[in-house]
C-alpha cells in the first residue's frame, strides 16, 4: 500500500447507509457516491460507536469506544491530552486539514464572537488547517457560512428558518425546547440551492483541493452540515426527484415500551421529539423525500471534490465517505437519531482507493473507530496507544483479518450489542437487558423477545459472553445521566 498517500475522507451528518443508490435505494440520485462504490469497497454493516453527533465523533477521534471516553451525550468533550489519529498523520509528515463541521467542541455555551476562534481547540487535537463551520443550526455565533448568507443577503431569513425548527431550546442543555413546527416538516430552505449550506461547504472543498500547494501529502476531513434535521433541501433539489416516490421505511410499528426500564424513557423522548402523534404516512413521503433531495446535494458535491482531485493530478487520492451517524427517517414512527435500532446505528463506508479497484460489498460488522485506524494504515502512521480500531485495508488484498463478533454502539448510558444474528439493548450502568431482537427472523426490530422464555438462553449468553466482558470495563460518566 501506498506510504504517503493522499486522503480525503468525507463525513456527512446524519446520512443513514441504505440511502444511496448502490444501497438498493433506487428513488434517491447518488450517482457520484455509487461511481465511488463502482471502484471501491462499500461495507454494508458499519456502526458508529453512538448515534448522536459528540459520542460518534469523539470515538471517530480517538479510536475508542464511548464507554472509555465517557463523551455519552452532547454535553461533554474528549479530555485534554488523548491521543488521536490526526496526531499520528502529523507523526508522519501529514498536512491535516479540516474544513466544514467537526462537532468535537460543545457548540451550546459558546462564548467567542466568531467560530474561528476556536480553531486552537481543534489544532490541538491533531488538525493543522482549521476552516470550521458547524451544523445548520449555528447560527448565533458567526462562522464562514453565515459570513456567506450575511454577504449575499440572506443570513436574516436563513436564522428565522432555523429559529422556528430548533428544538435546543434556550433552556439548560434544551431544556424548554423552541420548536414552532414539527420535526416532520419539509418546507424547503429559504436560501437558494446555489447558496445552500451543503453546497457551500462543497464548493469549499473544491477550492481548497484546487489551492493546495504544499509538498506535504493531505489529509482533508471535509464534515457536511446535512443531510441532518431540518429536511429543508431547497425546492429546486427536490423538483429533480420529478414522479419518483422514495422508499418507504421498512417498518412504522411504534417501539412497545414495556420491559424496556429506563431505555423506555429515551424512547418516549424521541417519539415526542418526532411529533409521532401527528406524524402521517404522507409526513414521513415529504420528509424523506427532502432528505433523499439533501443528500442528492452532497452526492453533487462529492461528484465535484473527486475531479477536482483528478483535475490536480492527485491520482494517489484515496477518497473515503462516511456519515457520523444514522437517520430512523419514519421507522417505527421516529425521525432523528439517538435510539439503538438499526438505520440510527448503521452508516455508510465506501473506500476508493487510488486508482479504484473491482467493487466489492463487504458484509462484515465493522465499527465507525475501524476507519480511522485504515486512515493511519493508508499512512504507515503510528498506532494510538489504546486503540480500539482495525484497519480495513486487508480486504483489498485478501489479508482481510478475522469478522469481529459484535459491533458496539452507546448512547445516553445505553448500549447496542449486534452480532451476526442479534441486537441485544442494554441499560449500561444496570447491566440490565432492555431489547433482544432476533435479525434474522425479525429485520426489522419490531418484536422485542427480551422477556420471551423461548429467548432466555440466547440472553443470558449474550450478557455473559458480550455485555459482560465490555463492560467489565466501568463506563465513564463526566456527568450523571437524565435517565438515571
Known sequence: MATRANVLLIMADQH?????????????????????????????????????????????????????????????????????????????GYHTAMLGKAHLTRDDELSVAHVDQLAPQLVARGFTEVIETGDKFTTATANRYTDHLAERGLLDRYRQHLADRSYHGEGERGVHATKQVSMWDATPSPVPLADYIDTWHGDAAVQWIEDYDRPDPYFLFVGFPGPHDPWDAPAEAV???????????????RPDLEHVGAYGGLLRGMLDLSDTDTMTDEAIVGMRRAYG?????????????????????????????????????????????????????????????????????????????????????????????????????????????????????????????????????????????????????DPVEDVNLVCEAAAADVLAHLMATVVGPFLATPAARPHPSPFA
Open 16 to 92: 443513514r447507509a441504505d440511502v444511496m443508490g448502490c444501497a438498493g435505494d433506487l428513488s434517491v440520485q447518488t450517482p457520484h457516491l455509487d461511481d465511488l462504490a463502482a471502484h471501491g469497497l462499500r461495507f454494508s454493516r458499519v456502526s458508529c460507536q453512538g448515534p448522536l453527533c459528540m459520542p460518534a465523533r469523539a470515538s471517530f477521534l480517538t479510536e475508542r469506544y464511548v464507554r472509555d471516553h465517557g463523551v455519552y451525550t452532547n454535553w461533554a468533550e474528549v479530555p485534554d491530552g488523548w491521543p488521536t489519529y490526526l496526531q499520528a498523520l502529523q507523526s508522519v
Open 239 to 253: 423538483e429533480r426527484w420529478g414522479a419518483v416516490s422514495p422508499d418507504p421505511p421498512s417498518s412504522t410499528r
Open 293 to 441: 433531495a439533501n443528500v442528492s446535494v452532497i452526492d453533487h458535491a462529492v461528484g465535484r471534490m473527486v475531479d477536482a482531485v483528478g483535475a490536480r493530478g492527485l491520482e494517489d487520492t484515496w477518497i473515503i465517505y462516511t456519515s457520523d451517524h444514522g437517520e430512523m427517517g419514519g421507522n417505527h414512527r421516529m425521525m432523528s437519531k439517538c435510539v439503538l435500532y438499526e438505520p440510527a446505528v448503521r452508516v455508510p463506508l465506501i473506500i476508493r482507493p487510488p486508482g479504484g479497484c473491482s467493487p466489492l460489498v463487504v458484509g462484515d460488522l465493522v465499527e465507525h473507530i475501524d476507519v480511522p485506524a485504515t486512515v493511519r494504515a493508508i499512512a504507515a502512521a503510528p498506532e494510538v496507544p489504546n486503540s480500539d480500531g482495525r484497519s480495513l485495508l486487508g480486504h483489498l488484498d485478501g489479508t482481510a483479518p478475522e469478522p469481529r463478533s459484535v459491533a458496539v454502539s452507546e448512547n445516553w448510558g445505553f448500549a447496542s450489542f449486534e452480532t451476526d444474528r442479534y441486537r441485544l439493548v442494554v441499560d449500561e450502568d444496570r447491566l440490565l437487558a432492555c431489547q433482544l431482537f432476533d435479525l434474522e427472523a
